[in-house]
């Protein structure tokens, strides 16, 4: 496993993928990693009630078929009021990755 890391990290290649994948330090970067990942939580916590309830009366309406009754297990589970620590922990990992050379010279 180190000797397969190893490579990764000596591999131009990897390190090139690498290297376009990292968000831009300006400022669509850092707008595009919060509009991504934090302000999604924000909205599920504060109007997940009003989602539900505009989604159920949505599936009422419509003729039952895969995708309404797809709609209907996923609102249960995305829609729930609370924050999801991963998508806010991988929000966070990818803000510290923009500002990382800056970090690492302090």
Avoid: C, Y
Avoid at 17 to 45: D, T, Y
Avoid at 55 to 73: G, N, R
């Amino acid at each position: 496993m180190r000797e397969k890391l190893n490579n990764l990290k000596n591999n131009p290649e990897f390190q090139e993928k690498l290297q376009e994948m990292k968000p831009k330090r300006n400022i669509w970067g850092i707008l595009g990693v919060v509009l991504f990942f934090f302000v999604p939580e924000v909205v599920n916590v504060l109007w997940h009630v009003e989602i539900t309830a505009w989604i159920k009366e949505l599936i009422k309406s419509a003729p039952i078929t895969p995708m309404s009754e797809l709609l209907e297990w996923a609102t249960g589970k995305l829609f729930t009021g609370k924050i999801s620590f991963m998508n806010i922990g991988v929000g966070i990992a990818f803000l510290v990755w923009i500002f990382w050379d800056d970090i690492k010279k302090l």
